[in-house]
């Protein structure tokens, strides 16, 4: 019994030696939303496995997407972080079903928890772009206008080189 829980100990500091977690310090710099629940100068944190496979990692790049929907209505995000100057995107919109149903066929949104690929964030990024602005600036009242979100925020590591 000793010896089964020494490996399991064993495999679980072998998997975790190649983790690589960054923790980053950011600040809202800039905020565009419909209705806000941050302030500009309000910190946040944000951890990072870079090696996690739900996010996009470069040498230049920590980025990510999300399909979710809420009460049959769906929403587009990205996020895009720049590791040499630490500014950091956020991109959210409501969008139509129809516009994203080919993502929906394709189990996009179950498979964005298990693995992101680059052709998929620019698909994403153009939906979500595309509708920020088609929501911002419908001739809907307020009110009644689609949800839009755009966060610029500007990130210090925390913890380890980012």
Do not use: H
């Amino acid at each position: 019994m000793k010896k089964i829980i020494l490996y399991f100990i064993f495999i679980s500091f072998s998997l975790n030696a190649n983790a690589e977690t960054i923790l980053l310090k950011c600040v809202y710099k800039f905020i565009d939303e419909k209705r806000p629940s941050n302030e500009i100068g309000d910190e946040t944190l944000y951890e990072f496995d870079l090696n996690a496979k739900t996010y996009i990692v470069s040498e230049n790049e920590i980025k990510y997407y999300m399909i979710s929907n809420f009460s049959d209505t769906y929403y587009t995000s990205y996020v895009r972080i720049n590791r040499f100057t630490g500014d950091f995107i956020q991109e959210s919109a409501e969008v139509k079903k129809k516009e994203i149903q080919p993502l929906l066929d394709n189990n996009t949104p179950q498979n964005q928890m298990v693995q992101q690929d680059e052709y998929t964030f620019k698909l994403i990024e153009g939906i979500t772009s595309r509708n920020f602005f088609a929501n911002k600036y419908s001739d809907l009242s307020f009110n009644k206008k689609p949800m839009w979100l755009r966060y610029e925020l500007k990130c210090d590591k925390a913890k380890k080189k980012f």
